[in-house]
């Protein structure tokens, strides 16, 4: 078996995301149903760059209040504290606790901003039909799909701190709008990862090995 | 996902042994593995099949072992405090209720789907799915769990939540005294389970015995002609 090969599209076939069989549409019809585990088919995911991009828009614009507002407010008697997520991880910052800090550093503002932009790279990479590099962007389309959930940690840290910490009236932290926008971030850039098919990476590949074979 | 009965349904090809990469939708064959070997694409080097000793045995009895802690994890406390004379402590759908009285209703239900509901999902349908596929002639729906569980598993979110709880703990043990609550472990006992169970459970043996939703398709296969095209 050598690299340049055939895809089941070229061949007019389609194989099960779910279940791995590979079987033949109905003449003249895009999409099917697998005759083995009754999964829909279809040769590359409808619009895949326009929803990606459309998710992705919508993430960029809620990353903006996810960093800029509070996620958790603390109410002490002497007054209230509002913290947002880089307030967060200053605070965690000590001799002790700068390894946890590092953690959700990365997790929360490097991979959002990282995943939003490697998505945004690659869209346009297959809108501009480039046949350049596609087993890394591949790779780097895995990578990003891999490590998006743990973004998901601030929101566990903020569910549980505002969980423990009610001893009214002495101390109450409560969640604050920033974090819904967080969650946003997390989700709005999941299903991104999700809608995006990353068989058209390879699609302008495909179809130059076969003109020139 | 499941929506798709108002389409046709395909005609299979012969060859049972062919396959596309899910990345690049090279078409292939899968080469004869031994049990513990991993057949990849060789042009993208996407993970094609892990085939494992014994997979489906040994899936099920990590899986009894996932649902056992999955059970544990969401009865007892995760974290429990004590300060200035008082104690309290939150189970995971304790935090998810807790955002949810103060407002945060997507959140919470985020929180809730990714930290308790989609675990039991995932686990549950290995669970069926895994016996299921013992009985001589394993139904239909069967494979109608298996096709739905990449999607649970996608979204469950334990060991993210994991490592949150310990940032938790860090934080909150600066002016209170955190116990940590005996959940902790059974996450991390379960995250261990999931992984392993990710690594050993081999989807290709349920859907070579699983009955086909449309049982007449199984026989009236494709030609073969682009097996051929395909070498």
């Not at chain 1, 003449?27 to 990606?52: D, M, N, V, Y």
């Not at chain 2, 009865?75 to 995971?92: C, D, H, K, Q, Y």
């Not at chain 2, 949810?100 to 669970?127: D, K, T």
């Given at each position: 078996m050598n690299a340049r090969g055939v895809t089941a599209m070229q061949l007019g076939l389609q194989c099960c995301e779910a279940c791995g069989l590979v079987s033949r549409?109905?003449?003249?019809?895009?999409?099917?149903?697998?005759?083995?585990?009754?999964?829909?088919?279809?040769?590359?995911?409808?619009?895949?760059?326009?929803?990606?991009?459309?998710?992705?828009?919508?993430?960029?614009?809620?990353?903006?209040?996810?960093?800029?507002?509070?996620?958790?407010?603390?109410?002490?008697?002497?007054?209230?504290?509002?913290?947002?997520?880089?307030?967060?991880?200053?605070?965690?910052?000590?001799?002790?606790?700068?390894?946890?800090?590092?953690?959700?550093?990365?997790a929360s503002i490097m991979i959002p901003s990282a995943k939003i932009a490697a998505l945004v790279y690659l869209v346009f990479s297959v809108r501009r039909g480039s046949a350049q590099t596609p087993g890394q962007r591949?790779?780097?389309?895995?990578?990003?799909?891999?490590?998006?959930?743990?973004?998901?940690?601030?929101?566990?840290?903020?569910?549980?701190?505002?969980?423990?910490?009610?001893?009214?009236?002495?101390?109450?932290?409560?969640?604050s709008p920033g974090l819904f926008f967080f969650a946003a971030v997390v989700v709005l850039t999941m299903l991104a990862v999700e809608t995006f098919d990353p068989r058209l990476i390879w699609d302008p590949v495909s179809s130059k090995e076969v003109h020139h074979v | 996902?499941?929506?798709?009965?108002?389409?046709?349904?395909?005609?299979?090809?012969?060859?049972?042994?062919?396959?596309?990469?899910?990345?690049?939708?090279?078409?292939?064959?899968?080469?004869?593995?031994?049990?513990?070997?991993?057949?990849?694409?060789?042009?993208?080097?996407?993970?094609?099949?892990?085939?494992?000793?014994?997979?489906?045995?040994?899936?099920?009895?990590?899986?009894?072992?996932?649902?056992?802690?999955?059970?544990?994890?969401?009865?007892?406390?995760?974290?429990?405090?004590?300060?200035?004379?008082?104690?309290?402590?939150?189970?995971?759908?304790?935090?998810?209720?807790?955002?949810?009285?103060?407002?945060?209703?997507?959140?919470?239900?985020?929180?809730?789907?990714?930290?308790?509901?989609?675990?039991?999902?995932?686990?549950?349908?290995?669970?069926?799915?895994?016996?299921?596929v013992r009985c001589g002639h394993p139904p239909a729906w069967v494979g109608t769990l298996l096709r739905h569980i990449p999607f649970t598993q996608l979204w469950s979110m334990l060991e993210v939540m994991l490592l949150g709880v310990l940032v938790a703990l860090t934080k909150i043990s600066e002016f209170a005294t955190v116990m940590p609550g005996h959940a902790i472990f059974a996450v991390g006992g379960l995250v261990v389970l999931l992984a392993a169970i990710q690594c050993i459970f081999d989807p290709r043996e349920v859907w070579e015995r699983v009955e086909w939703a449309e049982t007449k398709a199984r026989h009236e296969t494709a030609g073969t002609q682009e097996l051929e095209a395909a070498r």
């Open positions: 549409p109905a003449p003249g019809l895009e999409e099917g149903r697998c005759p083995r585990c009754a999964g829909h088919l279809i040769f590359r995911k409808k619009h895949s760059l326009q929803r990606t991009m459309a998710y992705l828009i919508a993430a960029a614009v809620c990353y903006v209040p996810a960093n800029l507002l509070p996620v958790m407010t603390t109410i002490t008697v002497s007054g209230r504290e509002s913290d947002t997520i880089m307030q967060g991880v200053v605070r965690l910052w000590s001799p002790t606790g700068w390894p946890l800090s590092l953690i959700v550093l990365v591949v790779l780097l389309f895995r990578i990003v799909r891999g490590i998006g959930r743990w973004s998901m940690v601030d929101v566990f840290v903020a569910t549980f701190t505002v969980a423990l910490i009610q001893l009214q009236p002495f101390m109450a932290v409560e969640p | 996902m499941g929506k798709s009965y108002g389409h046709a349904v395909n005609t299979p090809l012969a060859d049972a042994s062919l396959v596309a990469c899910p990345n690049c939708d090279l078409l292939q064959r899968l080469p004869a593995v031994a049990p513990g070997e991993t057949a990849r694409c060789p042009r993208c080097a996407t993970d094609l099949w892990h085939r494992r000793e014994d997979s489906l045995n040994r899936t099920l009895a990590l899986t009894i072992a996932a649902a056992f802690l999955c059970f544990i994890v969401n009865i007892v406390p995760m974290l429990g405090l004590s300060a200035a004379g008082r104690e309290s402590s939150t189970t995971v759908f304790g935090g998810a209720e807790l955002l949810w009285e103060h407002g945060m209703h997507a959140v919470a239900a985020l929180v809730f789907f990714s930290a308790v509901l989609a675990p039991a999902l995932q686990i549950s349908f290995l669970l069926l799915v895994l016996l299921g």
